[in-house]
């Protein structure tokens, strides 16, 4: 079966350090690939997205993401993180197959960012 | 003002009871969905809709029945036979099947 998996589920970091969140997925064709953020009491948001092109891709607030086709990776960075970071971070990925593609998401990653 | 609303914000259900978590958009999205998010899982398909009047099981759809009638809607109930449904529901929306789906705000359900 598809999935997707995170490698951390709950990540620790001080202001100002850099920040890489790791995410695989299983299928061995094309994708859609996602990264989702959830503030503490807000609703998910999108971080940024990959359908083709570049697969070095920028997302809001600063962060940006590698497609690696070879290694089914889609992993999530940001320079510099921020307290205002703090939150809880869903990769997804819509494995194209023709008819329905179901929007297959990770356990997620619970970031912490403390002053 | 586009989006997608969830009402209410908290519910709560006593044993035997059916409760109706509702989803709107105004973005004149052709797909819909319902998730449900337990802690460490991930969000998980209960239900998706990919036109009016037509909806499809997703991956736990036990104990939960939709309905489709307006592309603006998709009411999601949850049965007695849900045997746990306390959780986070998500209701999203996108333009088709392939495309970025936008989420509500959620609604918490909580059982008495």
């Known amino acids: 079966a598809q999935s997707v998996s995170q490698h951390n589920h709950h990540v620790i970091l001080s202001e100002a350090a850099s920040l890489e969140l790791g995410c695989n997925y299983s299928y061995g064709g094309t994708v859609n690939l996602f990264w989702y953020v959830q503030y503490p009491g807000q609703h998910l948001q999108l971080l940024l997205k990959?359908?083709?092109?570049?697969?070095l891709v920028k997302g809001i607030k600063g962060f940006e993401a590698e497609f690696i086709k070879s290694k089914f990776s889609f992993n999530l960075r940001k320079p510099s993180v921020q307290w205002s970071d703090t939150a809880e971070y869903f990769c997804?990925?819509?494995?194209?197959?023709?008819?329905?593609?179901?929007?297959?998401f990770g356990a997620g990653t619970r970031l912490a960012v403390h002053p | 003002d586009g989006g997608i609303t969830q009402s209410p914000k908290y519910l709560f259900r006593k044993e035997g009871q059916n409760v109706t978590l509702s989803c709107e958009q105004n973005?004149?999205?052709?797909?819909m969905y319902w998730y449900r998010q337990d802690p460490g899982q991930g969000l998980r398909l209960i239900y998706y809709?990919?036109?009016?009047?037509?909806?499809q099981k997703g991956d736990i759809a036990e104990g939960y029945s939709v309905s489709r009638e307006k592309k603006e809607s998709f009411p999601l109930t949850v049965t007695s036979a849900q045997k746990n449904p306390t959780a986070f529901y998500l209701c999203a929306s996108s333009p088709s099947g392939q495309e970025t789906q936008y989420f509500g705000p959620g609604t918490r359900l909580l059982v008495l």
């Open positions: 809709s990919q036109i009016v009047n037509d909806f």
């Open positions: 997804a990925v819509i494995p194209l197959s023709g008819g329905y593609n179901k929007l297959i």
């Open positions: 973005l004149n999205h052709d797909a």
């Open positions: 990959y359908f083709s092109g570049d697969p």
